[in-house]
C-alpha cells in the first residue's frame, strides 16, 4: 500500500465480537485514498487481535498492535498514535458502524488546512426494546447533538468524546496525547480536549461524519456503576487541577450560582442537587444500600408509570450520587448493590 491519507486507530478490549462490522464498514468507504486501519488489542482474553486480522479491507488488513495486560483506552489510543503513519488519524471506537462518506468527510475537512481537530455525528443504533432509560439516553444524546451544532467550528472541550474523532497527529502530540495513567473508566478524552485547547488546537463538529453507536449501555445499573468509576478518575484529575475550567468541570466544588430566574427549572434542580450531594451525610445516607434501593424502587415504580421528566431528573441523582461517591469518598467504602 502507498503512503495512507488517513490512519484509522482503534482502541479495543475484548472486542473480537464487535470489530468485524466496525471494521467492515470501514472498507465500504470511498475515501480517495488509501486507508491505514491500526487496532489495538488492550489486554484481550476473546482473540481481538485474530478477528482483526481476518478482516479484508480494499488497502490490506489491518495492524495490530497488542498490549498484554489491559492499561486503557488512553495508553491503547497512544499506542495507536505511535504506530499510525498518516498525517491525519482518526480514532473510532470498536463499536461504530461508519455510514457513507463518513472518512471523506474527515479527510476533506483536514485538508483544508485548519490544524483543528474534529468529531464525527454518532447517532445511537435502533433497538426493539423501549424503555424509560432507553429515552433517557436518547434524549441526552439529543442534547449533546444540539450543543455540539450550535458550536460548530468550536466546540469546548467539554464535548470531546473521542469515539468518533480526528486530527492530526502532529496535533495531538503537541498536546501530549492521551493521558495514560488513566486506566479507569471516563474522562481521557475530555482532558484531552482541554489539553488540546490549551495548545491551541480547536475542535469542530462534522455532522455529516456520521457513525451509529451499537453496543451503548442500555443498563441502567451497569450505568449508574461506571459512574462511580468515572467518578474515581475525577479524584485523580480534581488533584492535578485545583482550580479552572477543568476543576469546574469536574464539579466537584458545587456550582457558584444556580441560575435561579435565568436557567430552565430543570438545570436548576440540578445544580441543587449537586450542592446537596457534595453534603457528606446526605450523600452517604442516599448512597447507602439501604438509601439506594429506595431511590431505585422510587425510580422504577415512576417508570413503570410513565413518568419520564421525573424519572429522567431521578437518573441524574442516582447518577451523581455514584459520581460523587468516587470522587469524594474513600475507595474503600461500599455503597448499594
Known amino acids: 500500500m502507498s503512503a495512507p491519507g488517513l490512519s484509522v486507530v482503534i482502541p479495543s478490549r475484548d472486542g473480537a465480537a464487535r470489530l468485524p462490522e466496525t471494521l467492515a464498514s470501514i472498507g465500504r468507504q470511498e475515501v480517495g485514498c488509501p486507508v491505514e486501519v491500526v487496532v489495538v488489542d488492550d489486554g484481550s482474553s476473546d482473540g481481538t487481535g485474530e478477528a482483526a486480522r481476518r478482516a479484508s479491507l480494499p488497502w490490506g488488513p489491518p495492524a495490530v498492535e497488542r498490549h498484554e495486560t489491559a492499561r486503557g483506552r488512553g495508553a491503547a489510543c497512544n499506542t ?54 432507553l429515552r433517557f439516553l436518547t434524549r441526552e444524546q439529543a442534547f449533546r447533538e444540539a450543543a455540539l451544532a450550535e458550536r460548530g467550528d468550536d466546540v469546548p472541550f467539554s464535548l470531546c468524546l473521542t469515539g468518533h474523532f480526528s486530527a492530526p497527529r502532529s496535533a495531538v502530540a503537541a498536546a501530549g496525547g492521551f493521558d495514560a495513567t488513566i486506566s479507569r473508566y471516563g474522562f481521557e478524552d475530555i482532558e484531552l480536549g482541554y489539553r488540546l485547547g490549551f495548545a491551541g488546537t480547536r475542535i469542530a463538529y462534522l455532522p455529516d461524519a456520521v457513525s451509529t453507536h451499537r453496543a451503548f449501555m442500555t443498563d441502567l445499573d451497569r450505568y449508574l456503576a461506571r459512574q462511580r468509576e468515572a467518578g474515581l478518575v475525577a479524584r ?24 435561579i430566574g435565568k436557567s430552565p427549572a430543570g438545570l436548576v434542580g440540578l445544580k441543587l442537587a449537586n450542592r446537596m450531594l457534595l453534603v457528606r451525610p446526605l450523600r452517604r445516607l442516599l448512597g447507602s444500600r439501604a438509601g439506594f434501593t429506595v431511590l431505585r424502587r422510587l425510580l422504577r415504580a415512576g417508570e413503570s408509570a410513565r413518568l419520564d421528566r421525573l424519572v429522567h431528573f431521578g437518573y441524574h441523582v442516582a447518577r451523581d450520587i455514584r459520581y460523587f461517591q468516587g470522587c469524594l469518598d474513600d475507595p474503600a467504602e461500599g455503597g448499594a448493590a
Open 80 to 133: 495507536g498514535l505511535a504506530a499510525a503513519a498518516a498525517d491525519v488519524v482518526v480514532i473510532l471506537d470498536d463499536d461504530m458502524t461508519l455510514e457513507p462518506g463518513a472518512l471523506k468527510t474527515h479527510r476533506a475537512f483536514h485538508e483544508r488546512g485548519s490544524g483543528s481537530a474534529a468529531l464525527g455525528r454518532i447517532v445511537l443504533a435502533p433497538r426493539n426494546e423501549d424503555s424509560c432509560f
Open 236 to 259: 485523580q484529575l480534581a488533584a492535578r487541577y485545583p482550580e479552572g475550567p477543568f476543576r469546574e468541570y469536574l464539579r466537584v466544588d458545587g456550582p457558584a450560582r444556580l441560575g
